[in-house]
């Protein structure tokens, strides 16, 4: 029991300290709301998709696709997604409200939070299959998001909008060159790759930061109910789907613990720039978003507790 909870512990607890450190920054005002937009905007175009690259690398094609976690990842994404609409809309009668509730209980930070996580747990193993993993379900996530908040903004989808976006997404496109070194057997000068080794590692820990300095515990003023609903199905209803599932199908490993700490992870900081540029609301998806990524280290650290114990991993 003990030493299932260190390996918990010490996977979840780094990143809690750190959201801590940042929450406590945001309080000094020098993680300003400006000075996050321009980090969030550093992290998304540059140093997370240097993370892809990084662990797709050196890898063997045969190594890096894992058809099995890739089909199911994209499968239970899509079903849950559709899943959610029916239920949120008996719950929630505002159509703004819908959207954001939709999105927020869907979308999950696979890069800040779910990487991590595997990283730690599984140290020395390879990890290019969860590097591939993320690419699919982000594309999901990122066409059902447009199309939620389209749909619930009272307009038809822009098939040409949502393909340009995915092409364009910086994730994809490392992911494409990451895949490309992969295939063709490229070999960087050592001082390259140590060059985008370092810059790799400033990735979660600044997102980190900015996560917690985005705390504001005054934004779920007036949409407690919506909030909750929206952090139980996020923290623990849809990792509980999809794991439990994953389990009937034989997951395990390294394979279980990206289903589990990507599925688990609180929504990206994209949702609510999304929900706000979008005609959504953009108050409750700021809300889901923060108290999910509060509360989603003691969350995890249960989940990641519980499985250990069964032996999954």
Same mark, same amino acid.
Request: glycine share 8%; net charge positive.
């Given at each position: ?13 780094? !990143? ?9 920054? =945001? ?7 400006? @000075? ?10 540059? *140093? ?8 797709? $690398? ?13 089909? $199911? @990842?994209?499968?239970?994404? #899509?079903? %849950? ?7 949120? !809309? ?17 979308? @999950?930070?696979?890069?800040?939070? =779910? *990487? ?13 299959? +969860? ?20 749909? &619930? ?23 494409? /060159?990451?895949? /490309? /070194? ?31 300095? #985005?705390?504001? %515990? ?16 996020? /923290? ?9 599932? =994953?389990?009937? *199908?034989? &997951?395990?490993?390294?394979? &279980? ?5 990507? &599925?688990?992870? @609180?929504?990206?900081? +994209?949702? $609510? ?38 032996? !999954? $991993?």
């Amino acid at each position: 029991m003990t030493g299932n909870m260190t390996v918990a512990f010490n996977a979840v607890m780094p !990143m809690f300290l750190t959201i801590i450190v940042g929450c406590m920054i =945001g309080r000094t005002n020098m993680l300003d709301e400006n @000075s996050q937009k321009r980090i969030n905007a550093l992290l998304f175009n540059v *140093l997370f998709p240097i993370v892809v690259i990084c662990n797709l $690398y050196g890898t063997s094609i045969k190594e890096a696709f894992d058809v099995k976690l890739i089909i $199911y @990842s994209i499968t239970i994404g #899509s079903i %849950l997604w559709l899943a959610t609409i029916p239920v949120v !809309m008996k719950i929630e009668k505002n159509d703004r409200s819908r959207g954001a509730m939709i999105q927020a209980i869907n979308r @999950s930070n696979f890069l800040v939070i =779910g *990487l991590p996580v595997v990283a730690d747990i599984c140290q020395g193993q390879n990890m290019a299959a +969860t590097a591939i993993t993320i690419v699919g379900v982000i594309l999901v996530n990122n066409i059902m998001s447009v199309i939620v908040l389209e749909v &619930f903004r009272g307009r038809k989808p822009d098939g040409k909008k949502i393909a340009k976006g995915i092409i364009i997404n910086p994730i994809v496109v490392s992911t494409v /060159l990451g895949m /490309l /070194l992969m295939i063709f057997n490229v070999r960087m000068p050592q001082v390259a790759g140590k060059t985008l080794e370092s810059l790799g590692g400033i990735a979660t820990p600044l997102a980190l930061l900015v996560i917690g300095a #985005s705390i504001n %515990l005054k934004s779920i003023k007036g949409k407690k109910k919506d909030v909750i609903i929206c952090v139980i199905g996020k /923290l623990f209803v849809v990792p509980g789907i999809v794991t439990g599932l =994953g389990i009937i *199908l034989g &997951f395990r490993g390294v394979e &279980f613990v990206t289903l589990l700490a990507f &599925f688990s992870a @609180s929504p990206t900081t +994209t949702s $609510y720039t999304m929900a706000d540029q979008m005609d959504s609301d953009s108050e409750l998806a700021c809300a889901s978003l923060v108290f999910s990524t509060a509360l989603v280290a003691p969350a995890m650290f249960c989940w990641l507790l519980f499985y250990k114990m069964l032996g !999954m $991993y």
